[in-house]
């Protein structure tokens, strides 16, 4: 399936560097970039991306300077507006989107931030992360495992109970994408990702273990 990203970044350099990236990794998909936050706004809401790679410090307009707080006002109206769509934010200062934390924990979609010192190949990562509808927040953004009672419950039916998730989720009495999203809000909260050659649901058991969180 051929996938449509809008890339936003002020750095034109930057931009063609991500934009490269993006097409060598996806040969199919259709790139469009935004150097502002205005234009950005109006190409998302033309084209209906799969996922949106943006820088944090960005301008309103080209005529104006780039600011942190511009990132984080589009991505509060993009994630209110778009509660599925799957965002990319590269970035050198993430912690400030610790301002974002409860919405980004309600997100739907796929969110990931990929740190500018990143290399391309991590960046890549992130951004596949995102299409896979996966969370991932830097470790610097979490203090200590904090996990709501919803996440908590489909630990405990999956790992004590050994229900699958379509039987959770009637459990529940939630979608499976529901379940789904809450697996993915745990993983993150317990620093659980993919990794080659691992089972992803029993590294989170494990995790959940040394926490405390299941018995």
Do not use: C
């Not at 097409?23 to 991306?49: F, G, L, W």
């Not at 509060?76 to 301002?99: C, D, F, K, T």
């Amino acid at each position: 399936m051929a996938h449509t990203f809008v890339a936003v970044d002020d750095h034109e350099s930057v931009l063609s560097g991500t934009v490269a990236a993006l097409q060598a990794e996806y040969p199919d998909a259709k790139i469009i970039t935004a150097n502002a936050a205005k234009a950005a706004r109006d190409q998302i809401a033309s084209v209906n991306p799969d996922a949106v790679v943006m820088d944090l410090s960005i301008p309103e307009t080209p005529k104006d300077t780039a600011q942190t707080d511009t990132g984080i006002q589009l991505l509060r109206a993009l994630m209110q507006e778009y509660p599925r769509l799957n965002i990319v934010v590269q970035s050198a200062h993430v912690r400030s989107l610790v301002r974002l934390k409860p919405l980004i924990d309600t997100h739907e979609g796929g969110f990931t931030i990929a740190d500018k010192s990143l290399s391309l190949k991590e960046m890549l990562t992130k951004v596949d992360w995102a299409l896979q509808g996966l969370i991932y927040t830097p470790r610097e953004m979490r203090t200590g495992v904090e996990v709501k009672p919803e996440w908590l419950q489909v630990l405990i039916l999956a790992f004590q109970e050994g229900l699958q998730d379509k039987a959770i989720a009637e459990r529940m009495n939630v979608s499976e994408r529901s379940v789904r999203h809450y697996w993915t809000k745990v993983q993150d909260a317990l620093d659980v990702y993919p990794d080659v050659g691992k089972n992803i649901r029993i590294q989170t058991e494990i995790r959940a273990r040394e926490e405390g969180l299941i018995d």
